[in-house]
């Protein structure tokens, strides 16, 4: 391909148009998100034409790092690296002739595509002409059911772009469209997960994790906050609520029946992210629970740790079984840290038959013994600290 040849970069997402009235609202959500994604790049603005967005690439912008920024920018069906082609079918019969031939194919086809009906030639004659420069000067065979390369060309606002190929994009909501939620994320394989799958559905992350330090290792918090950082290249700035459980789990400990720990953990962390919620404005928690999983994750201990707050709690994975869940883990790239041993607020003197089918009143019994649980709340929050992460990383921030 001669340098002449200028590149842009077009991108289609799907699930948007479906938002009829909202469909602007999220289209600047995405706007927004892919500005972040290419913050230190200011010379790429992406603008809005004929229902796709555009991104004019200055030449020297680096193509390879672009392409990965924009794959993980959630609610892009797809997208592709174009040429800038001339509006004269005659010019861009060459450039095209000169693009296709850095490929190894024996079949292909040309997809021509008019958002803007006012061009001067229709689809199927714009197919024509080129295919047929591209059959004359390569002797290649034209395929249009199964061919082995497709050069598309789109022609929208009097412009011409072509491509090759296409890389798929996360689909989803733009992150941010849908509000903010508080996702409980331990050090293990399914909080990240399922704090990912909300980033999905639009939206914004707030992590909070609990840990035991002195009385565990601090490993649990340094894994949360790494995990949190991996997470954080798809919403551009985290904050991490950092929540020391020691405390109150001091006075579990010797006043509830051993039995009954980690539901009363757990409602004190639903009860803490609770607290995180209202200050951030969030409108749920998320967690990583599955039903069946774990001894805390059966029907019955899900109610009775629901019962301790009014916000609604998200549970993403609720019906997935743990395969797919690791599965998803190491797409994500969080398996190998979510594996690290290490012991956090949740496994901390947890005995080794729990509860499994908790009655609510026997839990509020025991939770009435614990003492003033506002006050343990108000201390541990009081002592919490607070990370903020930012992706791209980049000086400033
Ligand atoms: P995970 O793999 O996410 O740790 P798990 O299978 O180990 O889940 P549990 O330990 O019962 O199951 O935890 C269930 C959910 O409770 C987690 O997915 C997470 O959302 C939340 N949770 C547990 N421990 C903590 C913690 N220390 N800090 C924050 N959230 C936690
Ligand atoms: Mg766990």
Known sequence: MKSE??????????????????????????KLNLLHA???FPGVQPH???????????DDVPLETVVERIKSVIGIAYFSVAYRGDQDVEVLKEQVYEGIKNYSFDSFRIK????????????????????????????????????????HIEIFNNKVYFYFGRHQGIRGLPVGSSGKVVSLLSAGIDSPVASYRMMTRGCKVIFVHFHSFPFTE?????????????????QYN??????????????IIPNAPAKLRLILYRRMMVRLAAKVAEKEKAKALVTGDSVGQVASQTLENIAAISQAVTIPILRPLVGLDKESIIEQARELGTFDTSIEPCEDSCSYLVPKNPETKAKL???LAAEEKIGDIERLAWQALKETEMVKLYYPVSEGN
């Not at 809005?48 to 200055?58: I, Q, S, T, V």
């Open 5 to 30: 040849i200028k590149k842009s970069i077009i991108i289609h997402y799907s699930e948007i148009s479906l938002k009829g009235g909202n469909r602007g609202f999220f289209e600047r959500m995405l």
């Open 38 to 40: 290419l913050k230190d």
């Open 48 to 58: 809005f034409d004929f229902g796709r967005f555009l991104l004019d690439l200055p």
């Open 112 to 151: 021509a595509r008019r958002a803007d009906k006012s061009f001067y030639l229709n689809s199927t004659q714009i197919n024509e002409i080129v295919g047929a420069r591209v059959v004359e000067g390569l002797k290649k065979k034209v395929d249009l059911k199964n061919p082995e390369l497709t050069c």
């Open 218 to 234: 601090k490993t649990s918090y340094y894994n949360a906050i790494s995990l949190a950082k991996m997470l954080t290249k798809y």
């Open 238 to 251: 985290s904050h991490i609520y950092l929540i020391p459980l020691a405390q109150i789990q001091q006075a």
């Open 361 to 363: 009143a026997q839990v």
